[in-house]
């Protein structure tokens, strides 16, 4: 079965630029949450989505946003970008409710999405 | 809010010897606790979790890890490092089963010496 899938794997952008990162979940996997990885430090996250809904947003600024699609899939934008937006992005998805109530909280990632911003 | 420390930026072991990276987490009810690994330029991968249970918890590449309520830890062990481990580890806690905000330490990077 194919993992999480994330693209593009690198990009660079110009500040004040616009960007849009996609994930692709597990399949069968209906939650989507996306995290920013500056290098040298743990990942921070941004948001989670489960059946097309925003159920989780961390400490970002509304410069990012979200989306989830019907077939699950995930697009992360990020307005107006800054050098210090440049990071690893990941996408992680996760089970339904019900499996992970069994399976316990088990999320899996992407290889990510690196950001550079000049 | 749930928060994790690990205390070590950087550990080198010697190949052969043994490993134990030390995970110290806040939380208020029973967490659900992580580690991952990550090789260079690459993504997380999953080595072990608890959410209840058995304290201590096998999980793959023979890595093992103890949960401690009392001193609220989480901290991860193998008895014979393999030059393959070099890596960055990170643990995590999660509050829930249905919240995948999880909190990740700064994580320890681990170097293996022939």
């Known amino acids: 079965d194919a993992g999480v899938t994330q693209s593009p794997t690198h990009l660079i952008k110009t500040r004040g630029q616009q960007v849009t990162l996609r994930c692709s979940p597990i399949?069968?996997?209906?939650?989507v949450s996306w995290y920013q990885q500056v290098l040298g430090q743990g990942p921070q996250f941004i948001f989670q989505?489960?059946?097309?809904?925003?159920?989780g947003r961390g400490n970002f600024p509304d410069r990012f946003s979200a989306r989830q699609f019907p077939n699950y899939s995930s697009e992360l934008n990020v307005n107006a970008l800054l050098l210090g937006d440049s990071a690893l992005y990941l996408c992680?998805?996760?089970?339904?409710?019900?499996?992970?109530?069994?399976?316990?909280?088990?999320?899996?990632f992407g290889e990510g999405s690196w950001l550079t911003v000049v | 809010a749930q928060s994790v420390t690990q205390p070590d930026i950087h550990i080198t072991v010697s190949e052969g010897a043994s490993l134990e990276l030390r995970c110290n987490y806040s939380?208020?009810?029973?967490?659900?606790l992580f580690w991952y690994v990550q090789s260079p330029g690459q993504g997380l991968q999953l080595l072990l979790k608890y959410f209840s249970g058995d304290t201590l918890v096998q999980g793959i590449k023979g890595f093992e890890a103890e949960f401690k309520r009392s001193q609220s830890s989480f901290n991860l062990r193998k008895p014979s490092v393999h030059w393959s481990d070099a890596a960055e580890y990170f643990c995590?806690?999660?509050?829930?089963?249905?919240?995948?905000?999880?909190?990740f330490g700064a994580g320890t990077r681990l170097t293996v010496k022939p």
């Open positions: 939380y208020g009810a029973t967490p659900y």
């Open positions: 399949s069968g996997h209906k939650s």
């Open positions: 989505y489960y059946e097309k809904e925003e159920r």
């Open positions: 995590a806690v999660a509050p829930g089963a249905y919240n995948n905000d999880m909190r």
């Open positions: 992680a998805s996760s089970p339904t409710s019900r499996d992970r109530a069994v399976s316990g909280n088990t999320i899996y």
